[in-house]
């Protein structure tokens, strides 16, 4: 699938309730006063701690009153918010592959060792592998 299609199916399945609309300003409002408070404290940045905490303070005002109105806003973010994750889950699996998998394999390779036993044994009776009888117990709590 590519990335416009993974954000329009992920759109798709977002709840769109009143109470999942309020429940999200009040989210991003609080934090934005957090953030706020936060600057406050600091005594930084008053030109952004006060945007922020208008902000913050409209969105939970919103959400408290009219949170139907804030639908087109909250699909906006969230769609952004679904590209950004699709690109970064992408890039992440790359760097894990690229520096954490690719280099594990090389060293397996170059040392021998084999993690799947591949190869058919025509002599052997069978493929099962035997354990022993204290090592049922790690089954029962694998994780």
Known sequence: MSWTEDVRAGLGRLD?????LRRAAFGVGGVFLLLAAWLLFRNR??????GL???????????ALVPVRLRAAYLGWMAIALAVGWVMSRV??????????????????LTGKR????????????????RKPGE??????MY
């Open 92 to 109: 992440a699996l790359t760097v894990i592959f690229a520096l954490v998998l690719t280099p594990l394999a090389l060293l397996a390779r």
């Open 45 to 50: 940045a008053p030109g952004i701690r006060v």
């Open 115 to 130: 993690f799947l036993a591949l190869e058919s044994d025509p002599e052997a009776p069978s493929y099962w592998v035997r």
């Open 16 to 20: 769109t309730s009143p109470r999942a």
């Open 136 to 141: 049922r117990r790690r089954y029962d709590r």
């Open 53 to 63: 905490a208008g902000g913050g303070a409209l969105l939970v005002l919103a959400g």
